[in-house]
C-alpha cells in the first residue's frame, strides 16, 4: 500500500510490511519511540536486541520492522496475556525498558458509537467519513506524541534464553524430523506432538 505524505518514512516502512495503515500498527510505532528515550533501540542485526510483546495485535509489526524483532530469528518473543505491553532488552548492556499502552485516545467513545453505527448499516456518508477522520487523527497523534500514550520504565530482568541449534530425530510414527525438545514420550516411542494428538 502506498501512503501519501504526511507520516514519517519509517512509518510508511512498517505500512508496506504490515499491509494496511491502522491505528494498532501506530501503537507498536509509538512504543518504540516511547522506548527510545530510556534505551538506544536500534534495528537488531542479530539477536542482540529482544523484544517481549504481550500480544499479537497489529502493533508488533511495527516493532518486526522497527527493530528487527523477529520470530524467526528468535528475538521476539510473544507472551500471551493480551496486554499493549512492550518490554525490550538489550543483551550488550543488560538493560530492560518496559513500555505499557495507557489507552488514552481521546475519541474512543466517538469512535465506538460510529463503528456501531457502521456494522448496523446506519451510517450516513458523513459518518463514515467522520470515523475515518477520528481514526486517522489518532494514529497521527500516536505517531506524533508517543509519551503521551505510553507509560515508560526501566525495569530489571533476567537475560531471556538464546535461540538454541536444535537436536533434531525423525519422529517414530511419522518419520518427519522433529526438534528433541518439542518430542512427546509414548510407551517407550519418541513421537511428534501432531502424532501424539
Ligand atoms: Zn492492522
Ligand atoms: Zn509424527
Known sequence: MNLAGDYPYDFKKCVEFHGHLCPGLAIGYSAVKAAEGLMKTKASEDEELVCLVENNSCAVDAVQVLLGCTFGKGNLIFRDWGKQVFTFFDRNSGRAV???FKQSNPA?????????KIDSGTATEEDKKQFRKLREDYTKSLI???ASYFDVKEIKMDPPPLAQIADTLPCEICGEQT???????????????????
Open 179 to 197: 526438534m528433541v525438545s518439542r518430542m512427546v514420550q509414548r510407551e517407550g516411542s519418541m513421537i511428534c506432538k501432531d502424532c501424539a494428538k
Open 108 to 116: 474512543r467513545e466517538a469512535q465506538r458509537e460510529l463503528r456501531e
Open 144 to 146: 506524533s506524541e508517543p
Open 98 to 100: 518496559r513500555a505499557s
